[in-house]
């Protein structure tokens, strides 16, 4: 039986029209989708008027929040001046080039040359492609697989999704597809055995990952990719000393780190990346979501002198670089990219997310007395809140009562907007949030919890 409340028109409009991305869509027709027409700040309205403080800053990428008037204005000018333009056959444009400068003058290793797609998906889809461009071009052409890791997120196209290791992802689509490897999740909570120690549980990973390599013989691996803060896979902090011990393996095999900055990047850690705060050392980066604020989808690979060598190579041998897509570097996402690292910078959003990242700490800690929650984690301005059944036992709920996703719309009910990631609510509120805006957030979230407990007892 149907107990939600009959369907607005708008929604009504929408289940009709609309396939929800990542959505249960057998059962949107009762529920019906939460719709929302407009936002301010931290907070956003839905069309029956209710406010919301957007947790999530959508989808871990509206940095600084809702109605920036200084980006509204960004985009207006550009789309005046340009509406469209593109970087194939040897064009260019200004907002591009000046992104393309920006980035490299931010990026946190050496980089020589910006590739811009739409995406994150299509920048890890590029990276992939990147890779295997630059082995036949330095005349390695075995060398191609890809490891990922469980529990990673890197995006939905038939590559990326294959480097996600979540089973959604896989699960009736028929991926991964070959060459790719998937390793150990870096979660020592869940994954570590009863005792062992962060640096043991590091130790034994890192093994793991030195024979998956060997047994797959290393002259066939070409990268690793991994995001520093595992963001959509739970916010998974790996333990310190993970990231230097794993680039050790890598190097040892001339095999190189792409790093996924989709949902790190751009001062989220409390760093510019995310690999800044884990101690990772990259070889070629992606970026997305927050380079632009979310005002306008665009993507970045950024590759060192080096490598960006080797295309030049094989260009010259094969007569063009063969990849690109119409809307990579899309002048209005440039200069919008342009106009949020000019805000991060002038604004001090780095020493802010700085300034809030131990409240932010104090409150996810505080909670670790519910009864519900096995653990928290965080690092900056992100954060997990893993709900169990059993806190001294770690066991975790029966994925199939969806308990997480229970939650998180209890939580609607108080004005908050969180992700359910199976059972771990994830927090990533937008960088401009106030201290004292913050602490509301949190007081939701407590009395969203408050209310779960009586649902599972
Ligand atoms: N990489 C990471 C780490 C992500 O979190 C995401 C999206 O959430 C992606 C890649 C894919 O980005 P997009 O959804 O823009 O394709």
Redesign the pocket.
Known sequence: MNTHPPLSNIQARDVEALLHPYTPIHRLRETGPLMIERGKGVFVYDTRGKEYIEGMSG??CAGLGFGEEELVEAAAEQMRALPYYHLFGAKGMEPAVELAEKLKEIAPVPISKVFFTS???EA?DTQVKLAWYMNNAMGRPNKKKIISRQKA????TIM?ASLTGLPYNHMGWDLPVDRVLHTDCPHHYRFGHDGESEAEFTARIVQSLSDLIERERPDTIAAMIA?PVM??GGVIVPPAGYYPAVKEVLDRHDIIMID?E??NGFCRTGEWWGCQSLGMTPTTISA?KQMTAAYAPL?AVMVPEDIYQAYVDHSRQIGTFGHGFTYGGHPLGCALGVKAIEIYQKRDILGHVRSLAPVFAARLDALKQHPLVGEVRYCGLVGGVELVADKATKRPFDGKKGVGAQVAKILEGHGLILRAIGDTIALCPPMIITEAELNELFDRLEKGLADGEALVS
Do not use: F, K, R, T
């Open positions: 989808l871990w995406s994150g998906s890890n997120y890197h995006g939905v990326s995001e963001g959509a996924d989709v949902i997305a993507g």
